[in-house]
């Protein structure tokens, strides 16, 4: 069957009629890429700059009781922003904190500030230092960590009747060092105890009325 002039003037060859297919323009993506591409650039130049901007200060690497020594395991440094109102130790002063006394209970990852430590302590206010002499039947053996918590508790005066309903004075002290008096079967114990407290127990302690003990936690 012969094809007639109209017929082939309706076909048109497949890639002639591809060619004529013009791709549909979508402007909102190129611009909605834009932004975002500008975005992200923002965004890193951001965490660039506040990365730069920090500055490693002393931390408590761990639990650090206060009266401890403090050694080179007890401490670490993080990045922070400076800030005027923040009280901090630059990392770099980090060495020179080893050794010295805390004078506050430091707990894991809470900021070493000026002051908290020291040569040796210091009672706080409301509280006072006290030494109590103790021969070794009146406190545990094994030796006494700074910074453990405490208590002393009276004894009878040698002779004395000893009933379960008499008085026992209980009083609770933190130790801030230990001393073994030479010579003597004397181990002087400095405690820190509240300040009304404090008369009582230098009493106990020079007429030899005094023990201590360490309770479970």
Same mark, same amino acid.
């Given at each position: 069957? +012969?094809?007639?002039?109209?017929?082939? +003037? %309706?076909?048109?060859?497949?890639?002639? %009629?591809?060619?004529?297919?013009?791709?549909?323009?979508?402007?909102? =993506?190129?611009?909605?890429?834009?932004?975002?591409?500008?975005?992200?650039?923002?965004?890193?130049?951001?965490?660039?700059?506040?990365?730069?901007?920090?500055?490693?200060?002393?931390?408590?690497?761990?639990?650090?009781?206060?009266?401890? #020594? =403090?050694?080179? !395991?007890?401490?670490?440094?993080?990045?922070?922003?400076?800030?005027?109102?923040?009280?901090?130790?630059?990392?770099?002063?980090?060495?020179?904190?080893?050794?010295?006394?805390?004078?506050?209970?430091?707990?894991?990852? %809470?900021?070493?500030?000026?002051?908290?430590?020291? !040569? !040796?302590?210091?009672?706080?206010?409301? *509280? %006072?230092?006290?030494?109590?002499?103790?021969?070794?039947?009146?406190?545990?053996?094994?030796?006494?960590?700074?910074? *453990?918590?405490? #208590?002393?508790?009276?004894?009878?005066? #040698?002779?004395?009747?000893?009933?379960?309903?008499?008085?026992?004075?209980?009083?609770?002290?933190?130790?801030?060092?230990? !001393?073994?008096?030479?010579?003597?079967?004397?181990?002087?114990?400095?405690?820190?105890?509240?300040?009304? #407290?404090?008369?009582?127990?230098?009493?106990?302690?020079?007429?030899?009325? =005094?023990?201590?003990?360490?309770?479970?936690?």
């Amino acid at each position: 069957m +012969k094809k007639t002039p109209a017929d082939t +003037k %309706a076909e048109v060859p497949q890639d002639v %009629a591809l060619t004529h297919v013009k791709p549909r323009r979508r402007p909102w =993506l190129w611009g909605l890429s834009a932004l975002l591409i500008a975005l992200g650039a923002l965004l890193a130049g951001t965490v660039v700059n506040m990365v730069k901007d920090t500055v490693p200060v002393v931390v408590a690497a761990r639990d650090v009781p206060r009266g401890a #020594q =403090l050694t080179a !395991e007890d401490l670490t440094t993080v990045d922070v922003h400076p800030d005027p109102a923040l009280r901090t130790v630059p990392g770099a002063d980090m060495a020179g904190l080893v050794g010295e006394t805390v004078r506050v209970d430091l707990p894991q990852g %809470a900021l070493v500030v000026p002051g908290s430590t020291g !040569e !040796e302590i210091a009672p706080v206010e409301g *509280q %006072a230092l006290v030494g109590v002499a103790l021969t070794p039947p009146q406190m545990p053996a094994g030796g006494l960590k700074p910074g *453990q918590i405490v #208590q002393l508790i009276s004894t009878p005066r #040698q002779g004395d009747d000893v009933t379960t309903d008499s008085p026992v004075i209980d009083v609770e002290a933190v130790i801030v060092t230990t !001393e073994v008096v030479v010579d003597t079967n004397l181990t002087v114990v400095n405690v820190t105890v509240d300040a009304a #407290q404090a008369p009582l127990v230098a009493t106990l302690s020079a007429t030899g009325r =005094l023990a201590l003990i360490v309770k479970g936690i």
